[in-house]
């Protein structure tokens, strides 16, 4: 499975983005994966954001929840996170990843998120 990240940018406090993240999933079912959202920020240690699983229940850090929304597409192949109310120490590289038990994980490269104060 290959995942391609896309949507981050520079953004003031306050502002939203939506990242997306769009697998090949090669003849495997998409649907059949549960996905992520890491971020990792400089200096520190990849942490999880939000998750959805293949039913589509979705589990959000504390740093986030009420903030992000994160929301799958079977259809395309893609899962997305809708950030609002940016904060600054919300600037971090942005991962998807794929998982699936019995088979194993994915990462994508990840997209650049920076929020100015």
């Known amino acids: 499975v290959q995942l391609q990240a896309s949507g981050g940018g520079l953004v003031q406090a306050g502002g939203s983005l939506r990242l997306s993240c769009v697998a090949s999933?090669?003849?495997?079912?998409?649907?059949?994966?549960?996905m992520d959202w890491y971020r990792q920020a400089p200096g520190k240690q990849r942490e999880l954001v939000a998750s959805?699983?293949?039913?589509?229940?979705?589990n959000y850090s504390d740093a986030v929840k009420g903030r992000f929304t994160i929301s799958r597409d079977n259809a395309k192949n893609t899962v997305n996170l809708q950030m609002n109310n940016l904060k600054p120490e919300d600037t971090a590289g942005y991962y998807c990843?794929?998982?699936?038990?019995?088979?194993?994980?994915?990462w994508g490269q990840g997209t650049l998120v920076t929020v100015s104060s």
């Open positions: 959805i699983s293949r039913s589509s229940s979705t």
């Open positions: 990843k794929a998982v699936r038990l019995g088979v194993g994980f994915y």
């Open positions: 999933a090669s003849g495997r079912t998409f649907s059949g994966y549960d």
